[in-house]
């Protein structure tokens, strides 16, 4: 068994064993720079550990994605404050 593990800025980006991916979609969304930049401004990021609040909406939606909930459905979730 081959396990690749690459982390940038201490958080693991990219997952892999025996070559099949092993992040989940919220995982790969919320490594986005541009999204970060944005969960920082919304208060979703704690300033002090730089990572997604465990009660925050944001986290929520990328739990959700990582379960294999279709982006559209996450976000009618998201938007509805759930």
């Known amino acids: 068994m081959k396990v690749f593990i ?10 892999t064993i025996d070559g099949i991916d092993q992040l989940g979609l919220g995982d790969k969304i ?4 541009i999204i970060n930049a944005i969960g920082r401004v919304s208060g979703c990021i704690d300033p002090e550990t730089k990572q997604l609040k465990k ?4 986290n929520k939606m990328k739990e959700r994605l990582n379960g294999g909930m279709s982006v559209s459905e996450a976000m009618k979730l998201r938007w509805q404050g759930k």
């Open 6 to 15: 690459e982390e940038r800025n201490g958080r693991i980006v990219n997952h």
């Open 30 to 33: 919320a490594d986005n720079p």
């Open 55 to 58: 009660d925050s909406g944001c």
